[in-house]
């Protein structure tokens, strides 16, 4: 009997949820009784399914995917399998691998694609480690998207109209909701480690415990669905958008990164003398350079790069530093086996298997080009000019230019993310705004 065989038989599943990431990091698939799962066999679902945008739409590209809308088959990833815990009905969701007919890995797919940089990192003997931090928003129910969200009502019938970063009363003004959450989460083997309120109102943070870069991306994969799933269950929404309100700050997705020896399991970012290693220097050096050409990668959205604004708890460049939160990479304190450097740049609305697989490539470039980093910054590098690209259109274009990530990332994917992303760029040109409205209407 099958691992997912046996999985069934011993939380007695009656209906199976298959799914994949999409480029947004939506959940797709299908939804069929247990006795109908063909593991073997896969299932399949249209190559298109990688170009749905997050309006529905699709690009008109032929160059992205086969013109003849054709099939690929999705295999199950048998150590992706857990209950799904807020169903009525005994529910299994398994996460899928994608390939074609003829066995090939659909190389766009979010979760190939970190699965192919984990596998060049193994090619030296290196095991990436990650840690990711998810910050999101709780509000009220928005719908009426011409209305701007607000934060919802606590356990003591009012809103937060302050802010409240790491308040024990705030988190516990959401007791009920939490409780789900970490009822919901143990199930599904998600890994939590600490929870906080962040400074937004109604803002909190998960941190993940560290471990397995592929592992950590199902688990933020997973963790926002459920997120949402217990916020409704209390009458309100969980957002990870990165920017959802205007005079709040953003939500991050920051990735702890350090690499292992695969043989020794040691920490290569220390020398034998437990002091930082070259090859530590040259992966925040990989960090620096290439960042900037893989915004897109971090900053997926129109509305990600709302965030990205001096002086609002976000970075504005790739400066680093050591135990700075102003800078773009930190380097948290930390004994010599557990150094690392802190990807600050990604946001929360970011797909965890894309901005995982683009930072460590980021990083993996400065190591293999033996790349040297600019100084610490020791002020606040909120002062220092901006550098990162400030909308997706730039983002965009700084990615297709970028010759060694489209090696790493493959010019496939990027073809196929780029037309996913300016098709969604293109519809959101044809809303007009409020702020148009209220400074343009009688005044130009």
Same mark, same amino acid.
């Given at each position: 009997?099958?691992?997912?065989?046996?999985?069934?038989?011993?939380?007695?599943?009656?209906?199976?949820?298959a799914i994949i990431p999409d480029m947004a990091g939506v959940p797709r698939g299908k939804i069929m009784p247990a006795a109908k799962f063909a593991e073997d066999e896969g299932m399949r679902l249209p190559e298109s399914i990688f170009l749905q945008t997050v309006t529905?739409?699709?690009?008109?590209?032929?160059?992205?995917?086969?013109?003849?809308?054709?099939?690929?088959?999705?295999?199950?990833?048998?150590?992706?399998?857990?209950?799904?815990?807020? =169903? &009525?009905?005994?529910? &299994?969701?398994?996460?899928?691998d994608s390939f074609y007919s003829d066995g090939r890995p659909v190389t766009m797919a979010p979760r190939y694609l970190l699965q192919h940089v984990l596998e060049l990192y193994a090619q030296h003997g290196w095991e990436p480690v990650v840690a990711p931090e998810l910050e999101f928003f709780l509000v009220e129910p928005n719908?009426?998207?011409?209305?701007?969200?607000?934060?919802?009502?606590?356990?003591?019938?009012?809103?937060?109209?302050?802010?409240?970063?790491?308040?024990?009363?705030?988190?516990?003004?959401?007791?009920?909701?939490?409780?789900?959450?970490?009822?919901?989460?143990?199930?599904?083997?998600?890994?939590?480690?600490?929870?906080?309120?962040?400074?937004?109102?109604?803002?909190?943070?998960?941190?993940?415990?560290?471990?397995?870069?592929?592992?950590?991306?199902?688990?933020?994969?997973?963790?926002?669905?459920?997120?949402?799933?217990a916020a409704l269950r209390h009458k309100m929404y969980a957002t990870f958008m990165a920017k959802p309100m205007a005079r709040e700050p953003g939500s991050a997705m920051h990735i702890h990164q350090s690499i292992v020896d695969r043989r020794t399991g040691k920490n290569i970012f220390s020398d034998a003398e437990g002091k930082p290693s070259s090859l530590f220097f040259s992966h925040i050096a990989g960090l620096q350079k290439y960042l900037p050409a893989a915004m897109s990668l971090f900053a997926p959205n129109v509305n990600s790069y709302r965030r990205i604004t001096r002086h609002h708890?976000?970075?504005?460049?790739?400066?680093?530093?050591?135990?700075?939160? =102003?800078?773009?990479?930190?380097?948290?304190?930390?004994?010599?086996?557990?150094?690392?450097?802190?990807?600050?740049?990604?946001?929360?609305?970011a797909n965890p298997y894309i901005a995982i697989a683009a930072s460590l490539t980021c990083g993996y470039l400065g190591m293999v080009e033996g790349l040297k980093p600019t100084e610490p910054v020791t002020g606040s590098a909120?002062?220092?000019?901006?550098?990162?690209?400030?909308?997706?259109?730039?983002?965009?274009?700084?990615?297709?230019?970028?010759?060694?990530?489209?090696?790493?990332?493959?010019?496939?994917?990027?073809?196929?993310?780029?037309?996913?992303?300016?098709?969604?760029?293109? =519809?959101f040109l044809q809303v007009i705004s409020s702020w148009e409205r209220e400074h343009l209407l009688l005044n130009v």
């Open positions: 009997m099958s691992v997912i065989q046996q999985f069934f038989k011993e939380h007695g599943i009656s209906e199976v949820e529905g739409e699709y690009p008109d590209d032929d160059r992205a995917i086969s013109p003849s809308e054709i099939d690929i088959v999705l295999k199950a990833d048998p150590s992706t399998i857990r209950v799904v815990p807020w =169903t &009525a009905e005994p529910t &299994a969701q398994v996460i899928h719908i009426d998207a011409d209305y701007p969200l607000k934060p919802p009502m606590g356990r003591s019938g009012r809103p937060e109209i302050g802010r409240q970063a790491y308040s024990i009363a705030a988190v516990n003004e959401f007791d009920p909701l939490f409780d789900d959450i970490y009822a919901f989460c143990e199930a599904q083997d998600i890994a939590i480690d600490t929870l906080i309120h962040e400074d937004g109102a109604a803002q909190m943070e998960i941190n993940l415990l560290h471990g397995n870069a592929l592992s950590l991306a199902d688990q933020v994969f997973l963790f926002k669905r459920t997120a949402r799933e708890s976000a970075p504005i460049n790739t400066q680093w530093g050591y135990d700075n939160r =102003t800078a773009g990479l930190r380097v948290p304190v930390s004994n010599p086996a557990n150094r690392r450097v802190e990807n600050r740049i990604a946001g929360a609305d909120y002062d220092l000019p901006f550098g990162l690209p400030r909308n997706i259109e730039e983002s965009l274009r700084l990615l297709r230019d970028c010759r060694p990530l489209l090696e790493i990332l493959s010019e496939r994917f990027v073809l196929a993310y780029a037309a996913v992303k300016e098709n969604e760029y293109e =519809t």
